[in-house]
């Protein structure tokens, strides 16, 4: 069991690395609009790896808002779209907009738990069951409330 404090964006962007590599069935995401955490290059090909190797609810991503994802990612909305039996990305409802944290589940064993949206303060968590089961149950929470899916397919001609 291994627990991190991250205070710097370099050192965070480390972890989640350190996090992404870790994952082998699932990966659950919650954060603002995932700009901080730059899901493209090998942290795709991490999360590819999850989808091919997990099963139903490989990859779920809870956004506060989805407008980066639409415009800016369409390798992840790609693959989204691709892995739609085993991915789902949806934007929360307003009433939980003012939330500020964000964090990235792995397998109900580690985790990176940012503590406000515009900061990097954050502890990284490596086999950590017990304390991840509190965050994985919130993150279930939060999914629960529902929210609009958001959609991989590009509309227009």
Do not use: C
Not at 32 to 39: G, R, W
Not at 93 to 118: A, K, N, Y
């Amino acid at each position: 069991m291994t627990r991190e404090l991250i205070t710097t964006w370099a050192d965070y962007q480390m972890a989640l690395d350190r996090l992404l590599a870790l994952a082998s069935r699932q990966v659950m995401i919650y954060d603002e609009d995932l700009t901080q955490l730059s899901l493209d290059g090998a942290r795709l090909a991490h999360l590819q790896r999850v989808l091919t190797a997990g099963g139903a609810d490989a990859l779920r991503i809870s956004l506060r808002n989805s407008a980066h994802l639409n415009s800016h990612s369409p390798r992840l909305l790609s693959l989204l779209a691709t892995w739609s039996h085993r991915a789902a990305a949806q934007q929360t409802p307003e009433h939980l907009s003012q939330l500020r944290d964000s964090m990235i589940l792995v397998d109900g064993r580690h985790g990176l738990i940012r503590f406000d949206r515009d900061q990097p303060r954050s502890k990284l968590l490596i086999d950590d069951t017990e304390a991840i089961r509190l965050y994985w149950q919130r993150f279930d929470a939060l999914w629960n409330e529902g929210g609009e899916p958001v959609s991989t397919v590009t509309l227009g001609l």
